[in-house]
């Protein structure tokens, strides 16, 4: 069911690879809230054709850019501002990529170059895009970003690996930086710290299956679903949520704040 919460509202998704993505889910959700959206994502991710598919669906154009690229995010609002005659009201970062956890590297045998990498693109790639969307002023007044994030940032799970302290960076970022576009201009910046979800990332961390059915037995309400991401993502972008920002908002149906529940009692029993 759809309530118009974005009607006249235009913004930015990445990080939509296929059907799976959190992102994939949230443009279909904007677009059926009434929003005009832009897609983007990586060179190398969009050569994979997919992303056409849902650019067609959404009517919207798909504007390359890797987030540790400066010049292609200043193309990228560049080219957003010209197609909607004006700045946005949402931006969705829906990224993250570590070449340690993908070949299977230890935590602490970490490769630096990989650890480099993994920060600029999950954790300094929303630093990035804040800054060129500031420069350019391409954020309408009171508009709203949202990035996604995970538990580890909080607490150890040691097969998600570096990409906790990644996710810890971008936590920090999200305060540090909405502070600023608060002061500047009422545009709030949030995270969304997410159930393990079966979407290409998600599948990419070690013993991915014990983890999603842990989380499900350790959450009173069970996982949270990519759509029901998208539903709560579309709640942060509308008008109704406007005096939040600078927080970190879980979406994992009681998880973090659970000690322990009967089903997990019942297994240690067995
Ligand atoms: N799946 C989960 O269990 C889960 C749980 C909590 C949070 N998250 C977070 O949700 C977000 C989306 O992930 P997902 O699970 O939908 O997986 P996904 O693999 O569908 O999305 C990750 C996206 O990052 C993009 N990306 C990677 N490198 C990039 C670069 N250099 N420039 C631009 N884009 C780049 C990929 O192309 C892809 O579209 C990530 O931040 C992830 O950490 C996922």
């Known amino acids: 069911m759809a309530y118009n919460l974005l009607k006249g509202k235009k913004g930015i998704i990445f990080g939509a690879l296929d059907e799976k993505s959190i992102a994939w889910k949230t443009a279909q959700r904007c677009v059926a809230e009434g929003a005009e959206i832009v897609l ?14 849902l650019a067609a669906e959404c009517n919207a154009p798909v504007i390359p ?10 193309n990228l609002f560049t080219k ?13 970062h829906s990224i993250g990529m570590s070449l340690n956890v993908r070949k299977g590297i230890h935590y602490t045998e970490a490769n630096y170059d990989h650890m480099h990498k993994t920060m600029d693109i999950s954790a300094m790639s929303l630093h990035r895009l804040l800054q060129v969307a500031m420069k350019q002023d391409a954020i309408n007044e009171w508009g709203s970003v949202v990035a996604l994030t995970y538990i580890a940032a909080q607490r150890v799970f ?8 990644a996710k810890a960076l971008l936590e920090s970022i999200t305060r540090s930086f909405g502070y600023q576009y608060g ?28 983890f999603i059915n842990y989380a499900e037995k350790m959450s009173p309400l069970g996982n949270a679903t990519s759509d029901q991401c998208a539903d709560y993502t ?21 998880f973090s704040f659970t000690g322990v529940t009967q089903p997990v009692i019942e297994q240690m029993e067995k």
């Open 40 to 53: 983007t994502n990586a060179p190398i991710a969009l050569r994979m054709g997919e992303i056409n598919k």
């Open 65 to 74: 850019a890797d987030v540790t690229s400066m010049d292609d995010l200043n």
């Open 80 to 92: 957003t501002k010209e197609h909607f005659g004006g700045g946005v009201d949402f931006i969705l």
């Open 158 to 165: 040691p097969d998600y690996n570096e990409m906790a302290d």
């Open 183 to 210: 002061i500047k201009k009422h545009v709030r910046v949030n995270t969304i710290s997410q159930s393990p979800t079966r979407t290409t990332a998600g599948s990419g961390v070690k013993g991915f299956d014990g």
């Open 234 to 254: 579309v709640s942060l972008f509308s008008d109704l949520t406007k005096m939040v920002t600078m927080q970190n908002l879980f979406h994992d149906g009681g």
